[in-house]
């Protein structure tokens, strides 16, 4: 049987208290079972405002979606790790990440080094966290993604939940700026790490971060300002993305279940601007998890 849905919301705009904590029962009364926070500068912190959300709610857990490992000292975060899973009462998940804006490192005055160097400092972040949190006999759900082999074979070694993101940085940007991987691009990089992950006991949940949601008949309009900024894909081509969740609701869930019976996606996260989008789409998969997905994702084209 394939894993139950599980949906998660990566909220991004710090907000006063009031406004923060009514976002996040929001949230809530959507029916996400996860309420995730970034790490970014100009974004909130992450910690206080995971600690902020599990006050304000009830029933979702709180995760970072995900950490800057280059922002952070193994032993210091140990520690905010420890405090904060005690402070939201068990409910913390921890996900983590190389870092991949060259400007946030430039700003904050920190080395952002080569890929390898980040992966690297990743690995000594990981094995740190779980020499310390073992000896505490204290067991936090670890999170990690990436694309690149080293960052899959880690992902594959460590890691409670593989996460994906459907794209990959730019050559040369320093801002961050991602392009998306086409679906054969990301097929094969599901696949490599499946390749990793043969022995584990137990298999990895796997997350996808749908980066837009439209429950929409008109496709080609609420995909007009992505052509416009990208003239070099068609609507057809965009609609082909796994991170692209455009279309009717049939259509959409459609899609959102040969993602899970095709790569075992059940873990989907969305970005707070679409948080209501995605509304309806989770309660419909809810209501009808395991319903014909007939949708060609799984055809030959996508091997």
Known sequence: ????????????????????RAKCRRAEELGYDVLLVPDHLG??????????AAEATERPRVGTFVLNAGFWNPTLLAREVTTTDDLTGGRLELGLGTGYIQAEH??????FGTPGQRVDHLRRTVEELGRILGAENRRVPLLLGGNGDRMLRLTAEHADIAAFTGASLEPGSTTGKLAPVDAAGFG?????????????????ELNLLLQLVAVTDDPASAL????????????EQVLDLPVMLVGTLDQVTAKLRALRDRYGFSYLSVLEPHMEAFAPVMAELRRN????????????SHE
């Open 106 to 111: 430039d700003t904050a005055g920190l080395l």
């Open 224 to 235: 007009r300002p992505l052509l416009e900024r990208r003239p070099d894909l068609t609507v």
């Open 188 to 204: 094969q990089r599901v696949a490599r790490y499946r390749e990793f992950a043969v022995g584990r006991a137990e298999p990895a």
């Open 1 to 20: 049987m394939p894993r139950p849905f599980r949906f998660g919301v990566n909220l991004l705009t710090p907000a006063p208290a009031d406004e923060w």
């Open 43 to 52: 974004m909130v912190a992450p910690f206080p405002a995971l600690v902020a």
């Open 289 to 300: 998890p395991l319903a014909p997905h007939g949708h060609p994702l799984l055809g030959s």
